[in-house]
């Protein structure tokens, strides 16, 4: 990424609901640790009570300058008080604002709803005329059945899908990808 260019705003799709929570806590914590000591505004939706609170923690504890998007008034936990959040009634308007700020979209290994936001965000900023990039964290092959899909279904109808929708096998290749689409697109 050209070294003058400003770091990205980057929403990012993560749960730790469910098995490996543990495993995934720890991998956003190494996210947000490192995209936030690289600059990168980082954007998360909260929907139900559901708060990546160990990728907000680590980012905000190095530096980092998140945003939640919300669907409800949120009572953060005291890590997380100050972190400043914006609330919308409805997902289509959560997805939708965050369409409207995000340069890329990150997905980390997660939960059902994590990867549904992200695809309904990708979507309503398709309709809203963006291409927003997308790298997801392929963790223990934890996005090989959407690896497939986009190489069977993307690509017939989305002319240069391998560079809006792209796998990252370390939290490096996460950033490096990410970033260089961010910047190509810019």
């Known amino acids: 990424m050209d070294t003058l260019s400003p770091a990205p705003t980057l929403a990012i799709f993560a749960s730790d609901k469910g098995p490996g929570d543990a495993e995934r806590a720890s991998i956003m914590s190494q996210v947000g640790t490192h995209f936030a000591k690289r600059g990168a505004r980082i954007i998360c939706i909260a929907e139900k009570g559901v708060v990546p609170v160990p990728l907000i923690t680590a980012a905000r504890a190095s530096g980092g300058n998140v945003l939640i ?108 990808r990410v970033t260089r689409l961010v910047s190509e697109a810019r």
Not at 133 to 144: D, G, I, K, Q, S
Not at 151 to 160: E, H, I, M, S, Y
């Open 69 to 176: 998007v919300a669907d409800s008034p949120l009572v953060l936990p005291p890590a997380l008080a100050g972190v400043p959040f914006e609330v919308f009634g409805t997902a289509a308007e959560r997805q939708a604002r965050v369409a409207e700020l995000a340069e890329g979209y990150v997905a980390l290994p997660g939960s059902l709803a994590s990867v549904t936001a992200l695809f309904n965000t990708w979507a309503s900023g398709r309709a809203a005329g963006r291409t927003v990039p997308v790298v997801m964290l392929n963790r223990h092959r934890a996005y090989e059945v959407i690896r497939g899909y986009a190489a069977d279904v993307l690509a017939p109808g989305l002319r240069g899908y391998e560079h809006v929708v792209q796998f990252a096998e370390s939290i490096d290749d996460l950033w490096n």
